[in-house]
């Protein structure tokens, strides 16, 4: 038995502290015992710990002379990872000079892999002399250009030296080829020399960086607002967490002494980081959160999920912080049946699944060759969560990267889709009596094979759940290859429509979807408040050759899909993690928070805040409080019909976080586009399927509506200083 496993078991269950800054034991208990385990990692972890490097080194040390290329290129390769550029290019600059001369012995495959990671780390390097050191608003943004090309020079310029060996020792068409020559176009790009210092058959098509759309750029303003954090792959949620309306933002670090951070919205635009003051010290780690009421006190908790990706290294708790109301958090995880497992997760998603009014939860197990864990579904009885896994049929045993709930069939019984890599998705139809059946290849959603990121939305607006799976097993040779005509197979993410009764059409030819993605982080909202939501999907992977662009997607009116990263400048290149679209500033649109950094210590990057820059729609705010059903509302479906030129129209909304790495406020935004006037507002509320009908609802307000009362009430709240 590992020796932490004793102190989870043996904790007992200790009362709610008062408003206090005292935490319950548990808190203490759980702070140690991350503590205890970031230790560990530090030496062992497969992406932080020191061992492999400090392994390798000796090794090469005593092989002396002797030591072969591999070794030579391993050794480099893991100083990279852990940001020390200078010591890997250093080291493979003399293994590839060593090559070239002779004097060391490698076969050609190994002299262009060791050619191209050197001229990797040397594009490394200048991301770090430039982007990370002197960011602005155009550095990391593609198309690079302007002030968003390099002063610093020399990593690019020797990057393309190294590049270009490596397109002049390979054949068009090789894999090797298309990512090399993806990278020596934005080499090129952060120099100032694209297209023209490329010989035109290793251009990337210019058609590929214009703008589809005649749309504004949105700007970045996390430096000023005060949200830059830098650190490394993680979550986000955002919600009002303090009770004065703003919008808050919790943000995660998987690293393991990555600390979580809360940034507490001060109204005028900025935040402030109230970290400590939230009672956050010491809760580490977490490359995904989901947040949800799950005690129903009307306030809104959060679950740090702890373990993805790492294997037998990822036996770590999760942490359920319970938010007091005032912005102060406590660690219940001990407390509430959530901490005698000790598995790798990345992935989880609450519910009422048995509509008695309280939420229930699902985490998604990872399985691999050396760890296998099933996935957990857990019944809230108001006080724990108690497994019901076995009971309910839902135990997957695959290794889940994505869970969402949804009512596909409109039976008013949440159902559950769980999204696996390396084999088929599940979609748990629930049969009202606790248990569920696997009803995904009749409904024909079991691929993408190589899933991820996943979610239920109406992208349609017909109200039925569709759903978004996303692919992950494509990089930036598939990309090169695809925008050049080149012929390098790849499998798209999926959209499918519902039909409302359990089915699924896989619809992503005909929106015009046709491009590799590789979405980690993800989340859906309404980028220009026409009404039809929109989506954008953080990209990446932990290699440092995923340079590829973060994607906005347009929604043409549930036909169609348009790429309009490059006319919105989110086309950010570094990898995206936590996502959330939301009104932080109330002026009626939705502004896009990002979590962006890499896998490794030296791929640390800085989150992003988008601006919206207005669209001039409409815009209606809902609050809704359950009483009967879930205080948070999650889980309620809104119909919101407006007047929009002399038609009545209809735009469906459910209540849920929207994303996956990512959380949206629970509050609904609703962009209304050019609507004369909102007709009525349609609640179907959750537990019973009791539904509300609001009329006389304001537009460009934020109401509040509880469950049963007849009218809605408008809450008096300004935008910041300088909006709307």
Known sequence: MKPWIPMLVAATAVAACGRGDAHP??????VALLDELAAKADVDNPFFGQQRLATLRTKLQEAGPRADWRLRWQTATAALEQGLEREAIELLTATHDAIVRGELAAEPAGRVGVAFHLGLAWLRFGETENCCKLP????CILPIRGDGTHSERSGSENALRYFGEVLQS???????????????NIAHMTLGTWPDGLEPALRLPAKAFEPEADLPRWCNVAPEAGVDRLGNAGGVVCEDFDGDEWLDFVVSDWAPH????FFRNRGDGTFEDRTEAAGLMGITGGLHMVHADHDNDGDVDVLVL????????GRLPCSLLRNRGDGFFDDVTLDVGLGERLEPTQTAAFADFD???????????SRSQRVAC?????????????????????????????VAWGDVDNDGWPDLYVSNIGSDNRLYRNRGDGTFVDIAPAAGVTKPTNSFATWFWDFDSDGALDLFVANYDTGVAHLASHLTGGSLPFTTAAFYRGDGKGGFRDVTRELGFTMPTMPMGCSVGDLDGDGWLDCYLGTGDPSYASLMPNIALRNLGGRKLQDVTMATGLGHL??????????????????????????????????????????????????????ESPRCGLGAKVCVTVREGGQSRRIWRHVGPGASFGGNPLRLEFGLGKAERIERVEVTWPRRGTVQLLTDVPMDAIVRVVEGEAKGERLAIPAAPGRR
């Not at 390979?170 to 020596?184: K, R």
């Not at 108690?386 to 997957?396: N, R």
């Open 355 to 365: 509509r008695d009014g309280d939420l229930d939860l699902y985490i998604g197990g």
């Open 258 to 261: 990555g600390q979580l951070r």
């Open 136 to 139: 602005n608003q155009e550095r």
């Open 374 to 402: 099933t996935s957990h579904l857990y019944r809230n009885d108001g006080a724990r969560f108690v497994d019901v896994t076995q009971a309910a049929g839902v135990a997957d045993e695959r290794y889940a990267k994505g």
């Open 170 to 184: 390979v054949p068009p068409g090789d894999y090797w080829h298309w990512q090399t020559l993806w990278l020596a």
């Open 574 to 627: 570094q990898k995206g993690h936590g996502v959330a679209f939301c009104d932080h500033d109330h002026d009626g649109d939705q502004d896009l928070f990002e979590v962006i950094g890499g896998a490794y210590p030296g791929d640390a990057f800085r989150c992003g805040l988008f601006a919206n820059p207005g669209h001039g729609n409409h815009w209606l705010t809902l609050r809704l409080a359950g009483t």
């Open 306 to 313: 702890r373990g993805g990706w790492w294997f037998e290294h």
């Open 25 to 30: 034991p548990s808190h203490a208990r759980m």
